[in-house]
């Protein structure tokens, strides 16, 4: 258990619809990430805040946003579905926002199925 | 853009074999990451390498990070079922680079 949770575990819903999914980091970490995983793209970097505030964006669609509250928790919203959006998305929370050592911890992902 | 290349995308062996999976770039990074992660599972962290030719032993996994920092190894010796997963390499920037370049993955199934 790398003491990141996310719920939901899966999620299915239909095209053009709109899903939030929620990550807490673990217990003092102020970083957290948004990754993709499809089968043939791998792990994608989707967007990174550090205690709050955006810190850094990858390949996320205009379609998604995400915040990070005061508690540090983090919400990702996936809006106008299609169905390319299926995969698996994961939140991974580091101590810090960057450096050598940064290390992630990954949640167990949320599955999303689009149909 | 950084890009990482990993060999062999997909590895089947019996249990008691010896295996080496690599990560390549022909970018520098200032740091080399290898988690493992199983089916419907998030990345497991397994080790973090930094320095130029440095080797980490983690019980029958050996990880080695290339002098020029473009490259690492993992080696397994006498693979165990329990060492089945997909095998995945991160290259960090650094300082102000808080990002993490994923490669593909190495998929090793262990035949008992």
């Known amino acids: 258990d790398s003491g990141v949770t996310q719920t939901p575990k899966h999620l299915i819903t239909a095209t053009g619809q709109r899903v939030t999914l929620r990550c807490s980091p673990r217990?003092?970490?102020?970083?957290v990430y948004w990754y993709q995983q499809s089968l043939d793209q791998g792990l994608q970097f989707l967007i990174q805040?550090?205690?709050?505030?955006?810190?850094a964006k990858g390949n996320i669609l205009e379609r998604f946003s995400a915040q990070q509250f005061p508690d540090l928790h983090s919400e990702l919203n996936l809006s106008s579905l299609e169905l390319g959006d299926s995969a698996l998305y994961f939140c991974?929370?580091?101590?810090?926002?960057?450096?050598?050592?940064?290390?992630?911890?990954f949640g167990p992902g949320t599955r999303l199925t689009v149909l | 853009t950084q890009l990482l290349e990993q060999s062999p995308q997909f590895l089947s062996i019996q249990e008691g074999e010896n295996l080496t999976v690599y990560c390549n770039s022909s970018?520098?990074?200032?740091?080399l990451q290898w988690y493992r992660q199983e089916p419907g599972e998030g990345p497991v962290l397994l080790v973090t390498v930094v320095t130029g030719g440095e080797v980490k032993k983690l019980k029958r996994l050996t990880f080695q990070f290339g002098d020029a920092r473009k490259d690492s190894s993992l080696h397994i010796t006498a693979a165990q079922p329990g060492d089945t997963g997909l095998y995945l390499c991160a290259g960090g920037g650094g300082g102000s680079n808080y990002k993490l370049t994923f490669g593909k993955g190495t998929l090793l199934t262990v035949n008992p």
């Open positions: 991974a929370s580091s101590t810090r926002g960057s450096g050598a050592y940064n290390e992630q911890f």
């Open positions: 217990s003092g970490d102020l970083s």
């Open positions: 970018s520098v990074f200032s740091s």
């Open positions: 805040y550090y205690n709050g505030e955006e810190r």
